[in-house]
């Protein structure tokens, strides 16, 4: 069975920062593109980073870009997003995905993951 668990969420000030984990089991986890979408209270879920399957590809929406940074270590089947400069409206609850299809180029729409993790919250106080 297909698993991501994510963790690192928790509570931080406005400036602080945080770094997020997704552990994968159950599928070859180097041969898909992965990506972080998060989901703020009463909004919908929303891309925040993409990376492609052997990691040298990746793609940030423009709230978090030079702030959030995107990474993948392969053989301990991880990915992570280090979050710097945090900000309120980051506040969401986020999810790690895996790409429904492997070798797939680099993607953020959604219909393209197949697997979700449950998500880890991040409160940011301003």
């Known amino acids: 069975q297909v698993q991501l668990v994510e963790s690192g969420g928790g509570l931080v000030q406005a400036g602080g920062s945080l770094r997020l984990s997704c552990a994968a089991s159950?599928?070859?986890?180097?041969?898909?593109?992965m990506a972080w979408f998060r989901q703020a209270l009463g909004k919908e879920r929303e891309f925040v980073a993409a990376?492609?399957?052997?990691?040298?590809?990746?793609r940030y929406a423009d709230s978090v870009k030079g702030r959030f940074t995107i990474s993948r270590d392969n053989p301990k089947n991880t990915m992570y997003l280090q979050m710097n400069s945090l900000k309120p409206e980051d506040t969401a609850r986020y999810y790690c995905a895996s790409g429904s299809r492997p070798y797939a180029g680099i993607t953020t729409t959604p219909r393209n993951f197949d697997v979700w993790g449950q998500g880890t919250l991040v409160t940011v106080s301003s």
């Open positions: 990376i492609s399957w052997g990691g040298v590809n990746t």
């Open positions: 159950g599928r070859t986890f180097s041969s898909y593109p």
